[in-house]
Nanobody, 127 residues
Framework: QVQLVESGGGLVQAGDSLRLSCAAS????????MGWFRQAPGKEREFVQA????????YIADSVKGRFTISRDNAQNTVNLQMNNLKPEDTAVYYC????????????????????WGQGTQVTVSS
């Protein structure tokens, strides 16, 4: 069992930056690939970024490419999402998730790849 707790969300203006963190407890997070997803009101949950257990491999959604960066600190059992140049369309609840295996980009961009989810943290970007 892995428990995930997100933090760092808030209300910002367009162009600002935020850094989300996901703290993992329970089974060692280093054994899991990690991902960030988001869900805007009235929309389906969508993939943002994922990172392999070692941190060497990453996948990123086209909508955030060049603005968001995922990183992990296995010693601290944390995964971070640095979000720069935020846009109003980035407004959503952001979820951290843990996956037992690292597979293809097609697979890792889907919720079904992940066994554990956090409660989410709200990010609101005003124009």
């Amino acid at each position: 069992q892995v428990q995930l707790v997100e933090s760092g969300g808030g209300l910002v203006q367009a162009g600002d930056s935020l850094r989300l963190s996901c703290a993992a407890s329970g089974r060692t997070a280093v054994n899991y690939a990690m991902g960030w997803f988001r869900q805007a009101p009235g929309k389906e949950r969508e993939f943002v970024q994922a990172i392999s257990r070692s941190g060497i491999s990453q996948y990123i959604a086209d909508s955030v490419k060049g603005r968001f960066t995922i990183s992990r600190d296995n010693a601290q059992n944390t995964v971070n999402l640095q979000m720069n140049n935020l846009k109003p369309e980035d407004t959503a609840v952001y979820y951290c998730a843990a996956a037992p295996v690292w597979k293809s980009e097609y697979f890792m961009k889907r919720s079904m790849a992940y066994d554990y989810w956090g409660q989410g943290t709200q990010v609101t970007v005003s124009s």
